[in-house]
């Protein structure tokens, strides 16, 4: 039996060889030069990255939380079923963002980094914006039906592993996308 660690490798391995990485990055630099014409100055320009960071690490905690139980459950998304309920967390994410946006400020702030705030702000949502879209074609492709035998292996594991292993590839993949990204200029 492949340990858990392969399942999942396996399947974000086939997600990111079919991901067409240039265009990921154009989608990211859009949306950066979007928020920032959206922004009159700098210090609105920073508080429209944060709330844009907030909602793309909130949406990909409800994509989780969708997953956990079709984990637990043995059950392949459907995926219409996740759209109404991401709609919904989508709403719910709107409606506690002045409650959420001071609680991830003061994380940020907290940590120590080589970067000016924007620019932390900027590779934080770089990176936060790649782990959802990548958690949106993981959840996809687990409801796609022609996948099915690629996902059954995760229904072997503990829901709550299997949760984390996928974050924890998002994660990474994120990551490596935009330090490739970074290291071409």
Request: hydrophobic share 35%; no cysteine; proline share 3%.
């Amino acid at each position: 039996m492949e340990s858990l660690t392969q399942s999942v490798a396996t399947i974000y391995k086939k997600l990111v060889i079919h991901l067409d990485k240039d265009e990921l990055r154009e989608e990211v630099n859009n949306q950066l030069l979007q928020t920032m014409k959206n922004s009159a100055t700098e210090d609105e320009y920073t508080k429209n990255l944060l709330k844009a960071l907030v909602f793309h690490v909130e949406s990909t905690k409800a994509l989780h939380g969708i997953l956990q139980p079709l984990l637990l459950n043995a059950k392949y998304p459907n995926l219409d079923g996740v759209s109404q309920l991401m709609n919904r967390a989508h709403v719910r994410i709107q409606s506690d963002m002045e409650g959420l946006i001071p609680l991830y400020h003061e994380r940020i702030e907290s940590e120590e980094s080589d970067n000016d705030t924007v620019t932390q702000l900027e590779v934080y949502f770089t990176t936060t914006f790649t782990e959802l879209r990548l958690t949106y074609r993981f959840v996809d492709a687990f409801g796609t039906e022609s996948n099915k035998e690629l996902f059954q292996p995760l229904f072997d594991f503990p829901a709550e592993e299997v949760g984390e292993t996928i974050l924890k590839y998002a994660r990474t993949y994120a990551s490596l996308l935009f330090e490739k990204t970074l290291n071409q200029k």
